[in-house]
């Protein structure tokens, strides 16, 4: 179906509905709180000057983002035109937020410590983000495959997890932190998406909940009118620093190791999000969406972003809300108009965070239902089993930030919360640093894994389940899953994983020579 088709939609499929103006701000919203972190991380932490920061990384992550908008936005309309109906959400795109803490602190940071050198690191960052988008595109070739073959509980309950601790449990807290503008916001939420019910005049619960947090916010002196950083930054090709960048790179070959996994994390979660945005009914394919997200990210760093796209999570979120495709295009239009004028810093001091995190607490929320309701009811406990390694990503990531904040308070230095000394300090206070730490590791994948072999174990495929589990040895083998950075290594974990591989690979067989003897014994058995 080509563009022309456009022109064939009838009135109803109008191009904005009432639904997007909420969504609008909910994506605008969690794209804004990356760019900001950006920001805040590459000018202050990094000491990158204005002009990398304002005149490169912005504008690049400008024309990814309204790149992949819009070829979002196309595939919803086209969708429209396929199905004869406008009830189609375009599926949400933007900064990937795990890979992008892997590309600041495990990218970035390392080589700014190691060499000082603030715009080395940029280009180091742009380098990898290069990198990075070629591996989301070779991520096309198995995308379909791994689609097809895996359960929709390990696909959709992994995603569940990342959406009920990060999406969810995070934003929440922010709700309680700032309540004079959080609860009011939440409870707007809760009425108008929740509930259901209609706000006066139709007003769309998230807008309404933005404008209230941006009233609140204004009386309480959390919303500033500023138009500090005003200025025109036109996106410009950084040919020489990227080629500089990909010299060094190779000067520093442990850019590699955190880059592929983070980047086959990355394919995968675009695989997932867009199972997700099958099960609530809109059909996208999977190869086009990671041969899309992996250009989007080329298309940044040839500009000067150093930081990957992708699918986002939450399509069934902004679908209830009742968005189409207008949300994803005005996102698209006004990231990139904001970043070449610099007009980031103006929303993020308007839009207090409060009042859009009851927004992201409802997306999450939908998608941990989804993952239950979509898929059969004797898998729930593997979409349980699925969202596990979330939980202890999240105390990971929890107690390392508790680790350096009290390392800036004391005079020594601490252990490494993966040290000997403080698994043990901690293990006597109930915490399991080692076991939550392994489970951490590549959670997605560890998340997607477990749940599709226990998905396998509930329908008795023996063979399949022990097919996963042998996967999971391999991937722990060279460190993808459960390890700390990528390398080969034969610990305990990989041996189990191929043991418990090898037994159900032998119930599996055994189970089907003995019902074939058993028909062969009793052919009148099975009638």
Not at 72 to 77: C, S, V, W
Not at 116 to 122: K, L, Q, V
Not at 290 to 299: F, I, P, W, Y
Not at 487 to 494: M, S
Request: aromatic share 10%; glycine share 12%.
């Amino acid at each position: 179906m080509g563009l022309s088709g456009m022109h064939t939609l009838p009135s109803s499929m109008r191009w904005f509905s009432k639904g997007d103006l909420g969504a609008f701000w909910a994506l605008f919203a969690d794209n804004l709180a990356n760019l900001i972190l950006i920001m805040g991380v590459c000018g202050f932490v990094f000491k990158m000057p204005p002009e990398v920061v304002y005149g490169h990384i912005l504008p690049g992550l400008g024309m990814a983002l309204l790149l992949g908008l819009l070829v979002y936005t196309y595939l919803a309309r086209r969708l429209m035109v396929r199905y004869g109906r406008s009830k189609v959400t375009a599926l949400p795109y933007g900064i990937s937020t795990p890979i992008l803490f892997v590309y600041l602190f495990g990218v970035i940071g390392p080589v700014y410590a190691m060499t000082g050198n603030a715009r080395t690191a940029w280009q180091v960052g742009l380098a990898a983000s290069f990198l990075g988008g070629l591996v989301e595109m070779a991520g096309s070739l198995a995308g379909p495959w791994l689609k097809k073959n895996l359960p929709r509980a390990g696909m959709l309950g992994t995603l569940a997890g990342i959406a009920l601790v990060f999406i969810a449990a995070v934003p929440m807290a922010e709700v309680f932190e700032h309540p004079i503008i959080g609860l009011p916001c939440l409870v707007v939420v809760l009425v108008g998406l929740v509930a259901g019910i209609k706000l006066p005049a139709g007003l769309p619960a998230g807008l309404a909940a933005i404008v209230l947090g941006i009233a609140i916010g204004l009386c309480t002196g959390d919303s500033k009118i500023s138009f500090d950083g005003i200025g025109f930054y036109p996106p410009v090709p950084v040919w020489s620093d990227l080629w500089s960048g990909l010299q060094a790179m190779l000067d520093n070959s442990w850019v590699f190791a955190v880059v592929i996994p983070a980047e086959i994390y990355n394919f995968i979660e675009t695989m997932n999000n867009v199972e997700s945005a099958e099960a609530a009914g809109d059909a996208y394919p999977v190869r086009t969406c990671q041969l899309v997200d992996g250009a989007g990210t080329l298309v940044g760093a040839v500009f000067g972003s150093a930081f990957p796209t992708t699918v986002f999570i939450g399509h069934p979120g902004y679908k209830r809300m009742g968005a189409r495709t207008g949300y994803t295009l005005g996102v698209g239009v006004v990231v990139f108009l904001a970043a070449l004028f610099g007009g980031l810093k103006f929303l993020h001091g308007l839009v207090p965070l409060a009042a859009v995190a009851p927004i992201l607490v409802f997306i999450g929320l939908v998608m941990t239902a989804q993952a239950f309701w979509s898929t059969p009811k004797a898998h729930a406990m593997a979409v349980a089993v699925a969202m596990l390694p979330h939980v202890s990503n999240l105390l990971m990531v929890k107690w390392e930030a508790l680790r350096t904040s009290m390392a800036g308070m004391m005079s020594e230095p601490l252990p490494e919360l993966v040290s000997l000394t403080m698994q043990s300090a901690m293990l006597q206070q109930g915490a399991h640093v080692a076991g939550h730490a392994a489970l951490s590791a590549g959670s997605i994948l560890v998340g997607l894994l477990w749940g599709a072999a226990t998905a396998f174990l509930v329908d008795r495929a023996w063979v399949k389940a022990a097919l996963v589990l042998g996967s999971c040895g391999v991937l722990s083998m060279f460190g993808i899953i459960h390890g700390a950075k990528l390398e080969i290594g034969c610990g305990k974990l990989v041996w189990v994983y191929l043991g418990l591989a090898l037994a159900l690979m032998v119930v599996g067989l055994s189970e089907r020579y003995g019902r074939a003897g058993l028909k062969e014994s009793n052919p009148q058995a099975h009638r």
